[in-house]
């Protein structure tokens, strides 16, 4: 059956095809070291598990409004208004099944044909796909080459920070000089700040909160990386009441809603005890030093990601991106994604996820050295 074009101009995700190779060579009894995992190593904490099994218990199994449940939609108003300093009201949020679809529901409701949105190179792989879906044109830009990436058709810039892949938090100063950027031109910002607590040292900052950038601003997060909770597929985002609205009824034609029990687990995490967060970026950020100091010893230059829980190596001198990234898979069993997923200048890279344990990460280690030696 012939597909339609925008669904034939996107590839396959990297990061999920590696998975796959991982399961396989699992399934054949390798001892696979997985450094491609997007996603937390711990368990959701128990009493987020808890609620979400009151809550079926007491029988919220049913739809909710689509825009969400109204008491995690204050919840996260509050919390966007305390932590994050943005001037939004429930209204303003929506709950999405992941963050993942609020990024596409954002794009799908903001794009026309043709319109151009600003990616940073390297980019998280889901940005560029959702923008073809929506019949958008991706313009790859450095951060310093920015303004002569803008034109006349640009809509949108996508921001991340703390950043996937390369794992760079940014500060007030580049913050500042993107707003005036996008208040200058008339751009909006998507500002996806879902890793916003895996930061070990730099504050995170949100541009949503920058003068004039509240009514130009979708701030995008969830729930996946700071609770470890990503199969329970819970997102948000906070919009101006326009475009929080056409996602509501984009979502009232796609999701309905995301799922309801897991909507009162993400309540409880919102709301309930913060130690389980601290206590899982403090292991991740010894797992940062472990892994960072071990890739300097191998000799693979790298430098320390202030956030996140990833590494984005240069290895042109090994032989660029693709290439030991299959070495180190056919060689060592140990997978690791290419940087050419993240954009077109990102080929001489690697991005490796330290969200697995000391233990995966010292044979990985030494799984990369015999490899690449
Ligand atoms: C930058 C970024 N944003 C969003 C997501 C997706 O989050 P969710 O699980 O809430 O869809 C990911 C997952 O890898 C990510 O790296």
């Known amino acids: 059956m012939k597909l339609s074009s925008r669904i034939s101009g996107v590839s396959e995700s990297a990061t999920i095809k590696l998975i796959d190779i991982s ?6 009894g390798k001892n696979v070291i997985n450094f491609s995992f997007g996603e937390p190593d711990f368990d959701t904490p128990q009493h987020i598990v808890e609620a979400a099994k009151r809550a079926m218990d007491a029988g919220f199994t049913h739809y909710l409004p689509s825009g969400g449940l109204p008491e995690l939609r204050v919840a996260v108003a509050d919390k966007l208004r305390v932590e994050n300093k943005l001037d939004v009201s429930p209204d303003n949020v929506v709950i999405t099944p992941g963050a993942k679809y609020a ?3 954002v794009l799908s409701s903001l794009i026309e044909d043709g319109d151009e ?7 998280w792989v889901t940005y560029e796909a959702c923008v073809k879906l929506a019949g958008g044109k991706v313009i790859w830009s450095t951060f310093n080459g920015i303004s002569e990436a803008i034109t006349p058709k640009t809509r949108l810039i996508i921001i991340n920070s703390p950043n996937n892949p390369a794992g760079y938090v940014l500060g007030r100063k580049e913050l500042c000089e993107i707003a005036d950027l996008a208040i200058d031109h008339d751009i909006s910002v998507i500002s996806d700040e ?4 895996m930061v070990y040292g730099s504050k995170h900052l949100s541009i949503g909160s920058f003068d004039g950038m509240n009514e130009r601003t979708i701030t ?16 948000y985002l906070s919009a101006p009441e326009e475009v929080a609205r056409a996602v509501k ?14 909507q009162y687990g993400a309540l409880e995490a919102v709301r309930g005890d913060q130690s389980c967060v601290v206590e899982m970026v403090n292991r991740f950020r010894e797992r940062r030093d472990l892994i960072v100091s071990g890739l300097n010893d191998i000799g693979i230059d790298c430098q320390m990601p202030d956030g996140a829980f990833y590494v984005f190596a240069d290895v042109a001198a090994c032989g660029g991106g693709d290439k030991v990234t299959e070495e180190l898979l056919k060689k060592a069993y140990v997978i690791v994604t290419p940087g050419g997923s993240f954009g077109p200048g990102s080929g001489s890279c690697i991005r490796i996820s330290y969200a697995t344990s000391m233990d995966q990460i ?4 030494e799984g990369i050295k015999t490899c690449l030696a």
């Open 23 to 28: 399961n396989r060579l699992k399934r054949e």
């Open 103 to 105: 990024i596409y529901a």
């Open 117 to 123: 949105v600003i990616l940073f190179d390297p980019s």
């Open 194 to 197: 879902i890793y916003e607590k």
């Open 220 to 235: 995008i997060n969830g729930f996946s990386k700071t609770y470890a909770m990503t199969g329970w597929r819970v997102g």
């Open 249 to 262: 009824r984009l979502q009232q034609h796609s999701t309905t809603c995301a799922t309801s029990f897991a």
């Open 362 to 365: 010292r044979a990985g280690l």
